[in-house]
């Protein structure tokens, strides 16, 4: 199969020198990427600016922003089977980026922040996606409210869900704890284990859907 995966965080610039961005490593849709290879897919890698080297064997895109994301994806998807975005894509950009440093005055400085596309949530709208397709919802409170929301919302197929309250999983770390949720109804929760072993676990399940 060809499966598409986006990971690590977005930069949304300010200035020529500064940016806004998240926590995101990157480290959970790399270990995907790096599982679906093992496992004998084709994987086209999109991701964002992360510390770590794309798998062998991966199509890569390296991409800044979330508009940037939008667009690879929107040229990528058409010949993916599977989609999963991992990515931890900005929902705000600034409205007008400065042209030169912004210098330190007096007072408050005031940034006005629009709407980044959502990438996950045109898939299925705007890009027509009819394959296999897996988000990802980070949350620091009502878990599995938000996740079944994002994955009906989004229509997901599977919505795999994490805990980033807490400071042993998740951002940066290098072990998970996640849920699964499936479109049909379906809850799973995997216990806490390594990305490259999770990684492994959400490829399965997408193999075992897709065969059943
Ligand atoms: N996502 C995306 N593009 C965006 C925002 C999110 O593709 N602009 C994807 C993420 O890759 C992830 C899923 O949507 O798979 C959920 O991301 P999250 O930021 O948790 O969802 P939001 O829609 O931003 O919801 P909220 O702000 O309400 O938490």
């Given at each position: 199969?060809?499966?598409?995966?986006?990971?690590?965080?977005?930069?949304?610039?300010?200035?020529?020198?500064?940016?806004?961005?998240?926590?995101?490593?990157?480290?959970?849709?790399?270990a995907l990427a790096g599982a679906a290879l093992e496992?004998?897919?084709e994987v086209d890698l999109i991701?964002?600016?992360?510390?770590?080297?794309?798998?062998?064997?991966v199509h890569f895109r390296s991409i800044e922003t979330a508009q940037e994301m939008f667009d690879a994806v929107a040229?990528?998807?058409?010949?993916?089977?599977?989609?999963?975005?991992?990515?931890?894509?900005?929902?705000?950009?600034?409205k007008e980026v400065a042209g030169e440093k912004i210098k330190k005055a007096d007072g408050e400085l005031?940034?006005?922040?629009?709407?980044?596309p959502d990438v996950l949530g045109s898939v299925r709208s705007v890009f027509g996606?009819?394959?296999?397709?897996?988000?990802?919802?980070a949350e620091t409170e009502n878990l599995e409210e938000n996740a079944k929301g994002?994955?009906?919302?989004?229509?997901?197929?599977?919505?795999?869900?994490?805990?980033?309250?807490?400071s042993d999983i998740g951002f940066d770390q290098d072990e998970n704890e996640v849920l699964f949720f499936f479109a049909d109804g379906r809850e799973e929760r995997l216990a806490k284990a390594g990305k490259r072993e999770i990684a492994r676990e959400i490829i399965a399940r997408v193999e075992k859907a897709l065969q059943d």
């Open positions: 199969m060809r499966i598409l995966i986006t990971a690590g965080p977005t930069r949304e610039p300010i200035d020529p020198v500064r940016y806004l961005t998240n926590r995101s490593s990157g480290k959970m849709g790399y496992a004998g897919h991701s964002g600016p992360v510390n770590l080297a794309a798998p062998e064997g040229e990528t998807i058409p010949g993916a089977d599977v989609a999963i975005f991992c990515a931890a894509v900005a929902d705000y950009c600034v005031t940034l006005t922040l629009v709407k980044n996606f009819e394959g296999f397709l897996v988000g990802f919802a994002k994955l009906r919302r989004k229509s997901c197929d599977l919505l795999v869900a994490n805990d980033v309250s807490r």
